[in-house]
Structure formats: structure tokens, C-alpha cells
Nanobody
Framework: QVQLVESGGGLVQAGGSLRLSCAVT????????MGWFRQAPGKDREGVAS????????MYADSVKGRFASSRDNAGNTVYLHMHDLKPEDTAIYYC?????????????????WGQGIQVTVSS
């Protein structure tokens, strides 16, 4: 069974950085794309970043381009979201998810396995 556990969230001041990690249990990790999503209060869940199975392709939401980057360690079954120059509007619960497919995509329907979510709060 695929299990995903996020870590690395917390409280940070605007302009700061955080690195979220998602540890994945399951031997299929290296064959599947991974995504990061977030949901802020009163808003729909949105795609933030995604990374193809081999890490060669990535996609980012316009709101985070240039500030966030995703990477993965297939040997360690871990995907990361590096967040820099954080803004208060980045405050949300962040989720990692494993795709049904190998490609990078921010379409939520592509993802069948989800982590529990982790809070990121950015203060001004």
C-alpha cells in the first residue's frame, strides 16, 4: 500500500524559506509522478507543483513560479518542495500526492494517493 507522510511545515516569517518533505512507502514511487497541492481557508485546493517520475519535468503554479521548486530522491522514496520568499498568501495546508501516471501534472484527478497534509503558516 502506498503511504505518504509530509513533514517540514510550520510557522515562518514572510520572506523566509521552508522545505517540505514527503516520505513515500511503496516500491512504485520511482515510476510515478508526484504532486504538491495546497488549500487555504475558504479556497479550493490548488496544484502547486508537480514532478515527473524521473524528475526531469516539473510544473508550477503561476503564483509560486520562481519561488518554489520540487525535487525528488527516488532512492530514498522522498519528494521535496523547496519554498523560498514565502508570502502570507502561501499560508495553507500542503499535501503531497502520488500520481497514477509517470508525468508531471497538476490535475488533481491524476492523483490517487494523498498525504495527510501539513500546515504552512507565513506571517507578515
Amino acid at each position: 500500500q502506498v503511504q505518504l507522510v509530509e513533514s517540514g511545515g510550520g510557522l515562518v516569517q514572510a520572506g523566509g524559506s521552508l522545505r517540505l518533505s514527503c516520505a513515500v512507502t511503496g516500491r512504485a514511487f520511482s515510476d510515478r509522478g508526484m504532486g504538491w497541492f495546497r488549500q487555504a481557508p475558504g479556497k479550493d485546493r490548488e496544484g502547486v507543483a508537480s514532478l515527473s517520475a524521473n524528475g526531469a519535468s516539473a510544473m508550477y503554479a503561476d503564483s509560486v513560479k520562481g519561488r518554489f521548486a520540487s525535487s525528488r530522491d527516488n532512492a530514498g522514496n522522498t519528494v521535496y518542495l523547496h519554498m523560498h520568499d514565502l508570502k502570507p498568501e502561501d499560508t495553507a495546508i500542503y499535501y503531497c500526492a502520488q500520481s497514477l501516471y509517470s508525468n508531471a501534472a497538476t490535475t488533481q484527478a491524476h492523483y490517487s494517493w494523498w498525504g495527510q497534509g501539513i500546515q504552512v503558516t507565513v506571517s507578515s
